[in-house]
């Protein structure tokens, strides 16, 4: 699998696979086009109330897209029942006049740019859309993704993969325009997939989750899956059966009911019974759509318009290669020739910092993090970069560290609230100090902001129990024992345990012990190879130590040149890398499970490969593996 990481992320476009992000190849490359500064036209920045857009293609072009988004926006709200709705993390629109300013950013293929509409590109601190504006529709490509931000940012609890990518594709197929929104216009060629293919059984559909066979490989099956659930919950929201999807994840999920049984409770039909109401459906040849009016004022109010200058222009093409692994190095290149013509650019700074902290080279992030903020103090990517550099230098340890890290996540927090990561660090900078109460509303806080990111969930749960908060601990410990991610379930079902074996002690009324120094780890979300989430931190506890305790050893973190893989133990693996002058084995216990990042699965046949791996040390010189990622 494929997972985000805050340093050298990895990009994302149109398809999503098992909260996976893989790109799209279009039909041919093009040349390589080097970015230029300022091109012919002039950069403008469209702000309505919820979003930014960057543009060269022309202000009503600019207006157009970022109207475009705030429908979107309104009609998830609309369709969701959401009074708030959020993104989890901040999001920058970029909108190319042509298809050759798009090439700038498109991810490669072969050394090559490949052809795209549209790409969506995650990150931690900072998502990108960029569309190209002078093809007929570059929406629903970034509609699909939009709609998965949003249901990380709007929907707490477990859905399964065939509502998570059914509601994507029913979301981006929208057609929106000043007075209304079109919704439900499922492209046909959809239903062509399912009346040639075949369709799957709706039980065998529900049963599909993201470590499963047809969610991740590529071919036949996993289209007539996208198909067919996008056909799901069309015929759901059209027989207004849509408010029972709570009923049936409630039933299968949390009171452990047969898939059968919830199916038969949930909307009234078994499923051999929903197989045959699908296949009617789809013969039928009859989709409703909904004319779904905007709201009033959404296409008047609050837009605002601003010049951007061919520096900023570049900054922000830079920002975009920066969080790209295609084109992080190149980001560096293109953000020291921003300084060459403006050696306090603010944003060029903070980038630069950003990539140094990337490549773990402190000292020179330490002085352009120093000079961004001299240049914007206001800036609050700058304060949450610095806490990120004090974290992996020293951590929570060092007092005086602890408490600027802490500094500069409030005021990073006080700039921007959204940014739920600085929450979630900051929740470990405050247990550090003792300050319990703070520090579970910070880490509440983060779950609030992101509630399907089940690192903080984690970190919630290490809270909880830093803090006593034992039946809260529980609960989120549940929740993410049904997690997809191997790493993740062990983890809860560890804590769990100790957490179950303290309770028990506590009410057979056994030795309890006040004020201990217990660790208390936080998990890397998704992202496993984000080294700011690394390590441990000593925090207060009603707790006794014994039964509260690091149950493996705290993951670190390593770059490196791979140079051979022994996998003569299949499924276990051993991996031989060179970090500086020493020799490091590497352990994978399951070479078909470990987190791979930068190619689709893991390789017995790597060599010669640059590589940073977060592992936990087992002795001198060797360690575990948790996660690989090719560089």
Known sequence: MYYTAALGVVMSTSLRVGRTFWWTVVLWTLPFIQPAFAGEAQWIEVRSPNFSVVTDAGEKRGRDVALHFEQMRAVFGTLMATAKVTLPVPLQIVAFRNTKEMRQVAPLWRGKPTEVAGLFQPGEDRCFIMLDMSVEDPWE?????????????????????????????????????????????????????????????????????????????????????????????????????????????????????????????????????????????????????????????????????????????????????????DFHEKAIAELQEILKADPNHPAALRGLGYGYLGKRDFP???????????????????????????????????????????????????????????????????????????????????????????AYIYNLAQIYMATGKMDAATAALRVLMRSNNPDVAQHASESLSNVETYKAMQSSQSRIVASSEVPVQRLAPEHSS??????????????????????????????????????????????????????????IRDSNHVIVIGADKFSCDWTNQKVAVNYREKSTGEGDVVSLELQ
């Open 530 to 587: 984000d080294p700011q989430l690394q390590g441990e931190v000593t925090a207060k506890s009603e707790v006794p130590p014994e039964i509260v305790q690091a149950s493996t050893a705290p993951l670190k973190f390593l770059k490196g040149k791979l140079t051979s893989v022994d996998c003569s133990a299949t499924p276990a693996a051993l991996v031989t890398i060179i970090s500086g002058a020493k020799t490091w084995k590497m352990h």
């Open 364 to 454: 020179q992030a330490a002085e352009y993090f120093r000079r961004a903020a001299a240049a914007d103090s206001k800036d609050p990517r700058v304060h949450y970069y610095l806490a990120m550099l004090l974290n992996q230098q020293s951590g929570f340890r060092d007092s005086d560290n602890a408490a600027q890290i802490k500094k500069e996540l409030e005021t990073s927090i006080s700039l921007d609230p959204s940014l739920a990561d600085a929450y979630s660090m900051l929740a470990f900078a405050q247990i550090n100090s003792d300050e319990k109460d703070a520090a579970v509303k910070s880490a509440e806080r983060a779950v609030l902001l992101n509630p399907r990111n089940e």
């Open 141 to 325: 490509v970034v509609f699909h993704e939009y709609a998965h931000q949003l249901m990380d940012g709007n929907i707490t609890g477990h859905i399964d993969p065939w509502f998570e990518e059914g509601f994507a594709e029913y979301f981006s197929s929208i057609h929106v325009d000043n007075k209304q929104a079109q919704v439900g216009k499922i492209p046909h060629l959809t239903y062509e997939i399912l009346l040639q293919d075949g369709m799957m059984h709706v039980a065998d559909l529900f049963r599909v989750q993201q470590n499963s066979k047809i969610y991740n490989e590529s071919g036949d099956h996993r289209t007539v899956f996208y198909a067919q659930s996008a056909l799901v919950v069309h015929y759901l929201y059209d027989n207004q059966l849509i408010l029972k999807i709570g009923d049936y994840f409630s039933m299968v999920v949390d009171q452990k009911k047969p898939m059968e049984d919830a199916i038969q409770k949930s909307f009234g039909m078994s499923s051999a019974q929903f197989d045959k109401v699908l296949r009617n459906y789809l013969s039928s040849g009859r989709y409703r759509y909904y004319a779904m009016p905007t709201p009033p004022g959404i296409a008047t109010s609050g837009y605002t318009f601003k010049p951007v200058t061919p520096l900023d222009a570049a900054a922000v093409i830079a920002d975009i290669h920066l969080h790209s692994l």
